[in-house]
């Protein structure tokens, strides 16, 4: 039998992580989770997960790109695929690329809250796809 | 310069005092670099007309040179400004070096001009040369752009080369003779000693005569001109803070969305679990519950920045002319929050100083609020059995009212953004206590209006003391209000 994949929600919303859990846990998946941005960036360097959801905004304001941006920059982290999962959605005027001056987002995809169930198997779906192609 | 000595005296305004200073420097250069190329301008478009009119007489090579090389040295003049005010824009030269700068550029035009002038009417007739009336207008110059002792520095030069020159044709150092015009007979005016000492003497005289009334007329001008980019660089600064004071209305604007939308978001995606039946059945009352938990925390967060948007909107002055019974207030909020802390096995004790708290300078409903946001943390972020104390006291003219919890308490990092909107510690993120992220701003807004002040001290696991004071209104009596019995409140 196949080791389940390990995804690593990083979020301050423990309802999130219930929800999560009940829509991913059913198709196999394996969910680590993390309340806060240094609880996520050591379970990340511990479990080495196979993909991490990760809010934006955590204690701090923009917190999730930071860490984002930590992660992408640590050798043993680098390859691991990062979701956004926020309710920063364009709708309310936040700009992604204005985070570092460039249109580089330290992420492979991202999903808006609320999410429903259908949506975020298929994000998560299409987040391992694009990587193993 | 000539406002150098006399600027603002310090902080804020001395800073902006270099600034105007900088600025009034670099436009006069310019300005004064500007009349250059026009008075070659003239010089070239008076040589033509001469040679028209004085045909066939010739002017001497020597008169072209000195155009020439004043049309190269006023390109160097522009280079050095130009290069000057740079290093200023981009911080490799301070501003009062570059006001020093500016002042020795400025100085050294002058003393250049007024040679090139001299050496002007030299080949063009000496002191026969109605032109040096030119000096004058250096002068006025002079004294728009250097200090009076400098301006005088420069009549005494302007001065000197004329005599120079006068009495060098008079005693013939200085020959050939050029005639002022060659069309004309030469009457040899400078060979007559009565000629050159008049010229002198009314050369002389003029030019005090202008130096004179020049720095009367540009001492009051300064003096407005100052003011006037003191006013622009005040303006700039406006402008700037108002950029940023936007940007920062924006940034919260969007923040509090998010906050708004969180608890919309985990209620809606709730309710998709529910109805795709990912909840088993034994779980879907905890499920409700929680969905209910979640719209009370919207209607807080609702609320909360609505008061928060209140205190914004409010004019501060409202605070000036209240007269609120603090203990009162303290006692109604005290009575609000006692079954809360009660449901929760929170004790909530009073106790009070030695002088209670009379009549204070804060809106009553601003005080309720700033109370019961400290009392709603404190009993928040203490677990049952522990204790919240809220006292209260006189001390230094103002009412303190201080409200101490045996809870968590907090690291160093959250307290150092505990007044930023919507910061929240990752203490209650662990623990799991839910908040709107606003209380601590609105107790800061209240305590900034009323000019009053907050101390927070805490440490983790050590619980935390919020200290509010505000001020008394002067020769009023303790409270009216009855303080309730010493010990444990509401129970």
């Not at chain 1, 390990?6 to 859990?21: G, S």
Request: proline residues 5%; charged residues 20%.
């Amino acid at each position: 039998m196949a080791t389940p994949k390990t995804i690593l929600l990083i979020d301050d919303d423990r309802d999130i992580h219930d929800a999560v859990r009940r829509v991913l846990e059913p198709e196999g998946y394996r969910i680590e989770s993390a309340l806060t941005g240094p609880a996520g960036l050591d379970a990340a360097r511990r479990i080495r997960p196979d993909l991490i959801l990760l809010d934006v905004m955590l204690t701090e304001p923009s917190e999730g790109f930071h860490l984002a941006y930590e992660m992408k920059r640590d050798d043993a982290l680098s390859e691991i695929p990062i979701v956004f999962l926020s309710a920063i959605a364009e709708r309310t005027g936040m700009n992604f690329a204005a985070e570092q001056g460039s249109d580089y987002l330290p992420a492979e995809g991202f999903i808006d809250k609320p999410f429903d169930p259908a949506g975020l198997r298929e994000s998560v779906r299409r987040a391992f796809s694009a990587v193993h192609k | 310069m000539s406002a150098a000595p006399e600027m603002a005296p310090s902080g804020d305004d001395q800073a902006r005092g270099y600034r105007a200073q900088t600025l009034l420097s670099f436009v006069r250069l310019k300005w004064f670099i500007h009349l250059r190329w026009i008075m070659l301008a003239c010089c070239v478009g008076a040589l033509a007309i001469d040679a028209v009119l004085s045909r066939p007489a010739r002017r001497p090579l020597q008169l072209f040179v000195v155009i020439v090389g004043l049309t190269a040295i006023n390109i160097v003049w522009v280079l050095c400004t130009s290069g000057l005010r740079k290093r200023v824009r981009e911080g490799e030269t301070d501003r009062i070096d570059g006001v020093r700068g500016a002042s020795i550029l400025a100085n050294a035009q002058i003393a250049v001009d007024l040679f090139a002038l001299t050496l002007l009417l030299r080949y063009s007739g000496g002191v026969e040369n109605p032109m040096a009336m030119f000096y004058l207008f250096h002068v006025a110059i002079a004294a728009l752009l250097l200090t009076a002792r400098e301006v005088f520095v420069h009549a005494f030069w302007a001065i000197l080369l004329y005599t120079l020159m006068a009495f060098g044709e008079l005693a013939e150092f200085l020959t050939p003779h050029y005639p002022f015009l060659p069309a004309l007979p030469d009457l040899r005016l400078h060979q007559q000693p009565g000629f050159v000492f008049c010229a002198i003497f009314i050369t002389s005289t003029s030019i005090f005569g202008m130096l004179y009334f020049m720095l009367r007329i540009v001492a009051r001008v300064a003096s407005h001109e100052r003011n006037l980019a003191q006013a622009i660089c005040a303006l700039r600064e406006s402008k700037a803070a108002i950029s940023a004071l936007q940007q920062r209305k924006a940034m919260f604007m969007r923040t509090a969305a998010h906050q708004l939308k969180t608890p919309l978001a985990a209620i809606q995606t709730q309710v998709s679990l529910l109805r795709e039946g990912l909840v088993p059945a034994g779980e879907v009352r905890t499920l409700y519950d929680r969905i209910v938990a979640r719209c009370r925390e919207g209607i807080g967060q609702v609320t909360d920045l609505l008061v928060y948007a209140r205190m914004q909107d409010l004019d501060a002055d409202r605070h000036a002319a209240a007269r609120t019974d603090a203990v009162a207030v303290l006692q109604a909020v005290c009575d609000r929050y006692a079954p809360i802390a009660r449901q929760k096995g929170v004790t909530l004790k009073r106790s009070a100083g030695p002088a209670q708290a009379g009549l204070v300078r804060v809106d009553a409903a601003d005080l309720a609020d700033c109370l019961a946001n400290l009392l709603d943390n404190a009993i928040k972020y203490t677990p049952g059995g522990g204790d919240v104390t809220v006292s209260h006291c006189v001390d230094g003219g103002a009412a303190v009212i201080e409200v101490f919890d045996s809870g968590m308490g907090m690291t160093e990092a959250t307290r150092a953004h505990l007044f930023e909107p919507y910061r929240r510690g990752s203490e209650a993120i662990l623990a799991d206590i839910p908040g709107s992220g606003l209380g601590m701003s609105i107790v800061q807004a209240v305590v900034e209006q009323a000019k009053g002040r907050v101390n927070v001290e805490s440490a983790p696991g050590r619980g935390t003391r919020v200290r509010v004071a505000f001020p008394l209104v002067a020769d009023t009596p303790s409270s009216a209000a009855t303080w309730a019995e010493k010990g444990t409140l509401g129970a």
